[in-house]
């Protein structure tokens, strides 16, 4: 701080020149740590693993908030002085660190289930225990990911003061809290919980052929709090997850990924069987 005080003796021009000194400063880095990061992608594209293009992809966006968070942090050293505008730097260099980490942190764990989801196949003809697995990583994945989003915004809420305070009055009230947002949002904690059930029972899984308010169709997405089914004429039926446990629906692939059909042919009564037989046949076998 004594050399900005001797190179600027104004003091009202103090402020400004740190702020352009770090705006400068974060734009260098920024674009130095960009031709590393291109540098090393076009390294990576090179080799037949995707680890490391997904290692590239991973730390692209966070690299600059990380660089933004120390270079914050060491700015505000130079605003001691000012003991208010110091904690309040200190605070979200603090928070974006934190946030930053947790952003990261999901990643790794998207980029991990689905390393795990690649290695089912689905397109098999006999894929049940495939779409069975798909289904339970795919609702564990969204699980893990809100637990950690929520973990890690709490934490970088508790660095705040005031925040931390009033969490420790509320947890005094937290049994009659509990109790109201339990009534208030019962239907969507219940959904939540009746996503978990179907992901370990599965009535229904990823790909799965359904047969849902009289309309025919697969099974495309489950999420938390509903599932997609694509219609056999490209429309799309959301259904709120609770559904499948509460309603009785039709399941076609429930135990097999064998699909039967029946097949209407009106023809006129003279007509000679066995060549009909013979063409049943031949398209049958082919």
Not at 4 to 30: E, G, K, M, T, W
Not at 102 to 122: A, C, E, M
Not at 124 to 129: A, G, I, M, S, T
Not at 179 to 193: P, T, W
């Amino acid at each position: 701080m004594d050399f900005i005080d001797h190179l600027i003796p104004n003091s009202s021009l103090r402020y400004p020149f740190i702020a352009l000194l770090f705006i400068a400063l974060f734009i260098i880095l920024v674009l130095v740590f960009n031709f590393i990061i291109r540098k090393w992608r076009i390294r990576t594209q090179k080799s037949k693993s995707h680890i490391d293009d997904f290692i590239v992809r991973l730390f692209r966006v966070p690299g600059i908030w990380i660089i933004f968070a120390i270079l914050l942090n060491i700015f505000s050293t130079l605003l001691q002085e000012d003991a208010r505008t110091f904690e309040v730097l200190q605070k979200i260099s603090r928070i974006l660190l934190i946030l930053t980490l947790g952003w990261i942190i999901v990643q790794i764990i998207r980029g991990t289930f689905h390393y795990w989801q690649n290695k089912l196949d689905i397109n098999n003809p006999n894929n049940l225990e495939a779409r069975k697995r798909l289904t339970q990583m795919s609702m564990i994945e969204r699980i893990t990911i809100i637990l950690t989003a929520f973990i890690f915004f709490s934490i970088a809420l508790m660095t705040i003061d005031s925040v931390r305070q009033l969490g420790v009055s509320l947890l005094a009230s937290a049994g009659v809290a509990g109790i109201i947002i339990g009534f208030a949002a019962q239907r969507s904690i219940g959904r939540i919980f009746s996503a978990i059930q179907i992901a370990f029972t599965q009535p229904v899984r990823l790909d799965d052929v359904v047969v849902i308010e009289g309309e025919w169709g697969r099974i495309e997405e489950i999420n938390i709090t509903y599932a997609v089914v694509k219609i056999w004429d490209e429309r799309r039926l959301i259904i709120p997850i609770d559904y499948f446990l509460n309603n009785p629906i039709q399941n076609w692939t429930r135990t097999t990924s064998d699909i039967l059909g029946t097949v209407f042919l009106y023809v006129s009564y003279d007509l000679p069987l066995e060549p009909l037989r013979e063409e049943l046949a031949r398209i049958v076998e082919d």
